[in-house]
């Protein structure tokens, strides 16, 4: 009775660490990361690197391009709904779709993913999805690392990024100065909203709007809730542009994401042109409609935030525009003429206005 009782030692697992459920994910995910492999992937999962053979005989002066990105608030939605096999592809395309756009063919892809406690079925669907995008875009999941944060995420929160390496011949490097007077721009649709803008989203829908996710919305067709439509994965555009560079004389690629149409195609252009893009050349999804209604947003805010129904521009000489729009067609992409390339000092004229209704 007179004995001090001995404390327990505390463990990891006391802290919220669980090592045994990091490897489960680990094994739920090898079948899918295997699915992604490319023949110049050395090894396999588990190891501190992964290792990836560059092939320089196909290169005289090959040029590595890297690109890192995230999903943003997008995963509150996925969080609030529960499905969490499809943000995965959005982290993908939001880096391979930046790496084309330099004429770069995504090689591999890294992977990162925060959460609050492991569970492993719910991992293994975020992975899976990565897997997917991986797959979608040709490059291999090399690798990656799930972190556990007790104590700084909530047990269901999670945040996702990744960082993406592909590799571009020097003389073929997509860039402003092969711009010229004449050029025609091509735009390819979007999936819906992609991964951009979701902040705003939430605040005018979920907030101030008061809907709810499993709401159906008659607009978006196919009994669709609200909740399906803003989890709609980001498309991913990399074996189509590389697809497009192959069969036609593209200039310049511009990947809309923050910023917009504007913001983004402004990055393409050098100082003596203008891109004149004409909106009435396309109807924007429901779901902008949706977000601009219910928030009463300005159109300038509306297209400096969205990408308004346009995911990717390519910038073809004129001589190729047809070539290149039956490329994209033979792909499955929608894609239009959207605009041209004119005189001017660096700047992106938007006009006419979007067909409604």
């Known amino acids: 009775a007179g004995r001090q009782a001995r404390k327990r030692s505390a463990s990891y697992a006391d ?16 079948s899918k990361v295997r699915q992604t492999r490319r023949p110049e992937v050395l090894g396999d999962l588990g190891g501190f690197a992964g290792l990836f053979r560059l092939d320089t005989t196909k290169y005289k002066n090959p040029i590595l391009a890297s690109s890192t990105d995230g999903v943003g608030t997008k995963l509150v939605i996925a969080q609030q709904m529960d499905i969490h096999d499809t943000v995965g592809i959005d982290l993908v395309a939001m ?33 899976a999805g ?3 995008g991986c797959r979608y875009a040709g490059c291999a999941l090399l690798g990656g ?9 909530r047990p269901d929160e999670y945040d996702i990024s990744a960082t993406g390496v592909g590799v571009v011949e020097e003389s073929e490097i997509l860039s402003p100065e092969r711009v010229e007077v004449g050029d025609v721009v091509i735009a390819m649709r979007s999936s819906g909203l992609h991964s951009n803008g979701y902040s705003l989203v939430r605040h005018v829908l ?28 980001t498309k991913i555009y990399a074996q189509d542009c590389l697809k497009l560079i192959a069969e036609a004389e593209v200039r ?19 100082e003596n042109v203008d891109a004149v893009v004409n909106r009435s050349t396309w109807r924007p999804q429901p779901v902008f409609d949706l977000v601009q209604s219910k928030g009463r947003i300005e159109d300038a805010e509306m297209e400096a935030t969205f990408n308004m129904g346009v995911g990717m521009f390519a910038i073809v000489s004129a001589e190729d525009a047809d070539r290149a729009l039956a490329t ?18 660096g700047n992106v004229q938007m006009i006419g206005q979007h067909t409604r209704g």
């Open 15 to 30: 802290a919220g660490v669980s090592i045994e459920a990091g490897d489960r994910a680990v094994e739920l995910l090898k």
């Open 95 to 127: 880096v391979v779709d930046d790496l084309v756009a330099c004429g770069a063919e995504p090689l591999f892809l890294l992977d990162y993913i925060a959460t609050g406690e492991v569970v492993p079925d719910k991992v293994a669907e975020i992975g």
């Open 130 to 132: 990565i897997a997917d």
């Open 145 to 153: 690392e799930t972190a556990e944060h007790p104590g700084v995420l």
């Open 206 to 233: 979920l907030g101030a709007g008061r809907m709810r996710l499993d709401v159906v919305i008659d607009d978006f067709g196919r009994q669709r809730t609200l909740g399906e439509e803003l989890l709609t994965p």
């Open 252 to 270: 310049a690629l511009a990947h809309v994401t923050g910023g917009g149409i504007p913001g983004n195609l402004v990055r393409i252009l050098p």
């Open 328 to 345: 994209l067609t033979g792909r499955g992409v929608e894609a239009w003429q959207a605009g041209e390339i004119i005189e001017g000092s």
